[in-house]
């Protein structure tokens, strides 16, 4: 079970792009067949659960079940973002479609949602085969995990903000989901793991403080969604520096960019 067949990786770049493929084709018709004006809420999240059940599985099959107790990690990485891609497609277009040009801008959207999730399954597969054997993708499954974290953070608090539940639901929900990007992504940069709770504490606690710094002052999700990425983004910049000096000179750039950043934040949503 431990064992990966290097002959088989063209089998699994197949699997993998044909399991993307049809991830993006449900979405889209499921979107188009569409018989309700609206979805209800409940609906939208029980879909994206279903797509992550079907990533999961599908990245199990995939990689043959070669895979390890740490994998399950890098495999529900992948599969979270697929949810989050999901759920957030339905929220952004959540009316019935009535226009042929909005058909076409969903298609546009779900070509892009289709590279998306075989990026994700891609870095998945990056990160499996990395536990079995050094390859020199690592790097390039490393980028991808911190763009596809970006894009989960920003896609998991859109829509959780849109479903405007209440803040005794919200916050747990946000607290996991921003726990378990943060976690796994440290994990894929080689974070030593003596630091990795205390890191993953303190980022977490960055990004949940500019998300309620913001989300206590107005209702533009779009603006609320994008300050605790930028909090991600710059936490984890900070993190993965290893000069000493420049990681100096890097935090206070990065708290100076983030302090404008959030006041101009909370300024544009006060005037929405």
């Known amino acids: 079970m431990e064992r990966v067949n290097v002959s088989s990786d063209t089998e699994k770049r197949g699997k993998l792009l044909l399991l993307a493929g049809l991830i993006a084709v449900a979405m889209f018709l499921n979107?188009?067949?569409q018989k309700d004006i609206s979805v209800e809420i409940p609906r939208i999240y029980l879909n994206g659960a279903l797509y992550f059940v079907i990533s999961f599985v599908g990245l199990l099959w995939s990689f043959n079940f070669q895979v390890k107790l740490k994998s399950i990690l890098y495999i529900i990485q992948a599969a979270l973002f697929v949810f989050s891609e999901a759920i957030f497609i339905e929220f952004f277009f959540f009316q019935k479609f009535n226009r042929l040009y909005e058909a076409l801008i969903l298609l546009i959207l779900l070509t892009l949602v289709f590279i998306g999730n075989y990026v994700a399954f891609l870095m998945a597969n990056v990160f499996n085969v990395g536990l079995f054997k050094n390859i020199p993708l690592i790097h390039v499954g490393r980028t991808s995990s911190y763009l596809l974290?970006?894009?989960t953070?920003?896609?998991?608090t859109f829509s959780l903000l849109s479903s405007n539940l209440p803040i005794y639901f919200?916050?747990?929900i946000i607290i996991i989901v921003y726990g378990i990007v943060?976690?796994?992504?440290y994990l894929n940069i080689g974070i030593d793991a003596k630091e990795q709770i205390w890191k993953t504490i303190l980022t977490g606690l960055v990004?949940?403080?500019?998300?309620?710094g913001v989300f206590l002052t107005g209702n533009s999700h779009e603006i609320i969604s994008f300050v605790p990425v930028v909090g991600y983004f710059l936490c984890v910049?900070?993190?993965s520096q290893g000069?000493?000096?420049y990681k100096e000179r890097n935090i206070f750039f990065s708290l100076i960019s983030l302090a404008v950043f959030f006041f101009i934040a909370i300024f544009i949503n006060l005037l929405g």
Do not use: A, M, R
């Open 31 to 33: 979107k188009i067949l």
């Open 149 to 151: 974290s970006l894009l």
């Open 153 to 156: 953070i920003y896609f998991v």
């Open 170 to 172: 919200l916050l747990p």
């Open 182 to 185: 943060v976690y796994v992504h």
């Open 207 to 212: 990004v949940l403080t500019l998300f309620l």
């Open 237 to 239: 910049s900070v993190v």
């Open 243 to 245: 000069d000493i000096q």
